[in-house]
């Protein structure tokens, strides 16, 4: 899992809260995620920690150290089925499991 360092001094997105800031910079996390990071205090302002809901000023510094972690791969399995009915908008199909 990667380290992932984020450093920006803010210009554009003064008046803005902190937590949708960083996201909408492209953090690569959902604004949950990135709420819990700064309430772990993960992310500084100036050097200091805050609250998600922080205004951002012209002039502020973020930092953010956090690990992002790897996408879960899925992987198909195969399953025995009948497909009963199937057509452009829908399948009808019948799925046989082992609990019987």
Request: glycine share 8%; proline share 6%.
């Amino acid at each position: 899992m990667p380290l992932i360092i984020f450093e920006r001094k803010v210009r554009a997105g003064a008046g803005m809260r902190l937590d949708k800031y960083l996201h909408q910079v492209g953090l690569g996390l959902s604004r949950t995620q990135i709420q819990k990071l700064i309430e772990e205090g993960k992310v500084l302002v100036n050097g200091r920690t805050v609250k998600p809901s922080y205004t951002l000023k012209r002039g502020d510094e973020i930092y953010a150290e956090y690990v992002r972690k790897e996408p879960l791969k899925i992987e198909p399995e195969p399953i025995p089925l009948d497909i009963i009915y199937e057509d452009e908008h829908i399948i009808v199909c019948l799925l046989y499991t082992s609990d019987a």
